[in-house]
C-alpha cells in the first residue's frame, strides 16, 4: 500500500503580525511550522503504516525552506519525501495548488500505485478546506472530510471503513480504494520521532520536483492559474466603546445569585437598545 501525505508549511499563528501601513502578513521572524491539521493526518497514515506495512510518502509545496517540514515529517517516520517548488508555482490559490500537488500525485503513481491520499482537514492560513477535496476530483478519488476514525481497511477487497462526524451524529462509511481522507484534530495523539528517523531525516536526499518535472501545464498554476484575487487584508479596529458593568443585587433566597444577574443583564441590554425589545414583542405577538 502506497499512502500520499500532503502537507504544508504555514507561519505559525500564534505570532503572525499584521504590517500597520500595508495592511500585509508580517511573515518575518515569524517561525515556519507543520500546518497542525496536517499533523493529524500524517498520524493516522504511520499508523496505518504500522498495521499493513504501507510506504508513507510526504508531499508539500513551496519555497525551499519548506524542506524543514518535510524532514521533520521524515522524523516521525515518513519514508520518502518530495518538495514541489518553482518560482511559477508563486501566488497559487487553492485550486493551482490543487492542480500542482495532483501533478506530483500522478508522477508518483508512475512509481508505484497510490492507495490513499491524506490532507488536513484545512489549513491555519487559509482556513479554505479546498485543496483535499479539490484533489480528490482532479485524480478521481472518493473524498472522505471530516473523519474521526478509521476502522479498518481491507487490502484484498480494496476497501476502508471510516467514521464521520456530521451535523447529526457520526456517519459509518465504506468505500472503494483509491480514496482521499481529511481527518479531524484531535482524533489521535502525534507521536514523538524516534532517534533512528531523526538520524535518517537529517541524511535524507530529498527530492525536488519542479512544474516540469511533474508536466504541470504552466497556465493552470502561479498567478495564471488562480482566478482568486485578495483585495485586501485587514486587521479590525479596535470599538471605542466601552465594556459595561451590570451589577446585580445581593442574592437573596427569593431571587439566587445567577437569576439576579441574569435579570440585570437583560434589563441594560434592553436598556441600551430600546428597538430590540420593541422587534422582539412583535415578533412573538406574530407567533414567530
Same mark, same amino acid.
Given at each position: 500500500?502506497?499512502?500520499?501525505?500532503?502537507?504544508?508549511?504555514?507561519?505559525?499563528?500564534?505570532?503572525?503580525?499584521i504590517h500597520?501601513?500595508t495592511?500585509?502578513i508580517?511573515?518575518q521572524?515569524?517561525?515556519a511550522?507543520?500546518?497542525?491539521?496536517?499533523l493529524?493526518?500524517? /498520524?493516522?497514515? %504511520? +499508523?496505518i503504516?504500522?498495521?499493513? $506495512?504501507a510506504r508513507?510518502? @510526504? &508531499?508539500?509545496?513551496?519555497p525551499?525552506?519548506a /524542506?524543514?517540514? %518535510? +524532514?521533520?515529517?521524515l522524523?516521525? $517516520?515518513?519514508?520518502?519525501? @518530495? &518538495?514541489?517548488?518553482?518560482?511559477?508555482?508563486?501566488?497559487?490559490?487553492?485550486?493551482?495548488?490543487?492542480?500542482?500537488?495532483t501533478?506530483?500525485?500522478?508522477?508518483?503513481?508512475e512509481?508505484?500505485?497510490?492507495?490513499?491520499?491524506?490532507c488536513?482537514?484545512?489549513t491555519v492560513d487559509?482556513?479554505t478546506?479546498?485543496?483535499?477535496?479539490?484533489?480528490?476530483t482532479?485524480l478521481?478519488?472518493?473524498?472522505?472530510?471530516?473523519?474521526?476514525?478509521?476502522?479498518?481497511?481491507?487490502?484484498?477487497a480494496r476497501?476502508?471503513?471510516?467514521?464521520r462526524?456530521?451535523?447529526?451524529?457520526?456517519?459509518v462509511?465504506?468505500?472503494?480504494l483509491?480514496?482521499m481522507?481529511?481527518?479531524?484534530?484531535?482524533t489521535?495523539?502525534?507521536r514523538?520521532?524516534?532517534m533512528?528517523?531523526?538520524f535518517?531525516?537529517?541524511r535524507?536526499?530529498?527530492?525536488?520536483?519542479?512544474?516540469?518535472?511533474?508536466g504541470a501545464?504552466?497556465?493552470?498554476?502561479?498567478?495564471?492559474g488562480?482566478?482568486?484575487?485578495?483585495?485586501?487584508?485587514?486587521?479590525p479596529k479596535?470599538r471605542?466603546?466601552k465594556?459595561?458593568?451590570?451589577?446585580?443585587?445581593?442574592?437573596t433566597?427569593?431571587?439566587?445569585?445567577?437569576?439576579?444577574?441574569?435579570?440585570?443583564?437583560?434589563?441594560a441590554?434592553f436598556?441600551?437598545q430600546?428597538?430590540?425589545?420593541?422587534?422582539?414583542?412583535?415578533?412573538?405577538?406574530a407567533?414567530?
Open positions: 500500500m502506497h499512502i500520499v501525505v500532503c502537507i504544508k508549511q504555514v507561519p505559525d499563528s500564534a505570532q503572525i503580525r500597520p501601513v495592511n500585509t508580517m511573515r521572524g515569524v517561525p511550522i507543520i500546518n497542525p491539521f496536517d493529524f493526518s500524517l /498520524e493516522e497514515a %504511520l +499508523r503504516k504500522d498495521k499493513v $506495512g508513507v510518502t @510526504v &508531499l508539500t509545496m513551496g525551499p525552506m /524542506e524543514t517540514s %518535510l +524532514r521533520k515529517a522524523s516521525l $517516520g515518513a519514508d520518502d519525501a @518530495v &518538495l514541489l517548488t518553482d518560482r511559477k508555482f508563486a501566488g497559487s490559490d487553492t485550486l493551482a495548488t490543487s492542480y500542482a500537488l501533478s506530483a500525485i500522478k508522477k508518483l503513481s512509481e508505484e500505485q497510490v492507495d490513499l491520499v491524506f488536513g482537514k484545512q487559509g482556513d478546506a479546498q485543496v483535499g477535496p479539490g484533489i480528490a482532479r478521481g478519488f472518493q473524498q472522505l472530510t471530516y473523519i474521526t476514525k478509521i476502522e479498518s481497511i481491507d487490502q484484498g476497501e476502508i471503513v471510516v467514521h462526524r456530521s451535523e447529526g451524529g457520526v456517519q462509511l465504506k468505500t472503494a483509491p480514496c481522507i481529511t481527518m479531524l484534530e484531535g489521535n495523539t502525534i514523538f520521532g524516534k533512528d528517523d531523526m535518517r531525516a537529517a535524507y536526499g530529498l527530492k525536488t520536483w519542479n512544474k516540469d518535472t511533474t501545464e504552466e497556465t493552470k498554476v502561479g498567478l495564471k488562480s482566478p482568486t484575487v485578495v483585495s485586501k487584508v485587514f486587521v479596535p471605542a466603546q465594556a459595561t458593568m451590570v451589577e446585580a443585587e445581593a442574592p433566597a427569593e431571587a439566587p445569585s445567577a437569576e439576579a444577574m441574569a435579570a440585570a443583564a437583560v434589563e441590554i436598556g441600551a430600546p428597538k430590540l425589545a420593541d422587534e422582539l414583542l412583535a415578533r412573538a405577538a407567533g414567530l
